[in-house]
């Protein structure tokens, strides 16, 4: 399949992604609204247009990934209710990297849902602490404290009716940063998603990291785990990485195939993987 201007809009996303959060302020994309959308199957977007966030919905309810800034939370909600989903409904709250504009709306969700929040042990601190971790140029990024009523391990399957989720440890980004994935049913053939945390350098420091020392060892362990794992659906925490909207877009346009890529993250472990060594080589300069 093709999208838009294919490798071009890729590496301009990636570019962008790299350098946030060292930004002075929010891109006002991160909280401008979007009609929520079905990705494929169960799989739907109630994100923002710089911010996903992703529904899956269940014959016993519903599991939220993602929640964008804590002033999204009031939008995330409408989106998710637009779909004919009460907030009762959902149950589970995942988490796939303890950043405030992926979960900073996820302490208000939680109190008005009584969804139970799902995480990794790595991101654990930082979640019920409200505040991101490690060395980095953009400082402490706090958030609502939001309380971690499950941990899971890497390759522990999460479950809600007919739904099963697989969390995979893919750290670096984050000490717990959590790639999921799940089959779904997309017009009859199954297809492999998989919301991919995010690989980016983004403003971590690399060298001389002392709260976060192992990030290096981290990295390269997560894009040698990614390099060998598939997926036909690639879903990210920032939509222009995996080029979500501009896949709608097509979609609507009739192309039933625009989310359909095998080969999206190969490409994304590539471009990463070559920018973090990138990153590093110039970190270690004397």
């Given amino acids: 399949m093709k999208t838009g201007n294919g490798f071009g809009i890729l590496a301009t996303a990636l570019a962008a992604a790299s350098i946030w959060p060292a930004l002075a302020a929010d891109p006002a994309e991160w ?21 996903s966030a992703y529904l899956i919905t269940t ?3 519903a599991i939220l990934l993602d929640a964008t800034l804590p002033e999204n939370a009031a939008l995330i909600e409408r989106n998710i209710e637009s779909l004919g989903v009460r907030l009762a409904e959902v149950k589970l709250l995942i988490s796939d990297h303890a950043h405030a504009d992926h979960v900073g709306a996820m302490a208000r969700i939680k109190h008005d849902t009584g969804a139970r929040m ?5 991101d654990r601190w ?22 971690v009523d499950q941990v899971v391990s890497d390759g522990e399957r999460v479950r809600l009716s007919d739904v ?29 998603v ?33 390099a060998v794992m598939r997926a036909d659906i690639v879903l990210t925490s920032h939509p222009s990485v ?43 300069q004397p």
Wanted: charged letters at 20%; one cysteine or more; hydrophobic letters at 35%.
């Fill in 31 to 51: 909280s401008a609204p979007v009609a929520p959308f079905q990705v494929a199957g169960n799989v739907h977007y109630v994100g923002t247009e710089g911010l």
């Fill in 59 to 61: 014959e016993a309810g």
């Fill in 118 to 122: 799902i995480a990794s042990e790595g």
């Fill in 126 to 147: 930082a979640l019920e602490n409200g505040r991101n971790q490690g060395d980095n140029n953009y400082g402490i990024q706090p958030f609502e404290p939001i309380r």
């Fill in 164 to 192: 099963e989720l697989t969390a995979h440890l893919t750290p670096g980004h984050t000490r717990g940063c959590t790639s999921w994935s799940m089959t779904v049913n997309d017009r009859g053939t199954p297809r492999e």
């Fill in 194 to 226: 998989l919301f991919l945390c995010s690989i980016t350098v983004a403003g971590n420091t690399l060298v001389g990291n002392r709260a976060y020392p192992r990030i290096v060892e981290d990295y390269r362990a997560t894009f040698a785990k990614l």
């Fill in 242 to 284: 995996a080029e979500v909207l501009e896949r709608e877009q097509q979609h609507a346009r009739g192309d039933d195939d625009a989310f359909i890529d095998p080969a999206l993250l190969p490409r994304l472990v590539r471009q990463f993987s070559q920018e973090f060594e990138q990153t590093l080589a110039k970190a270690s």
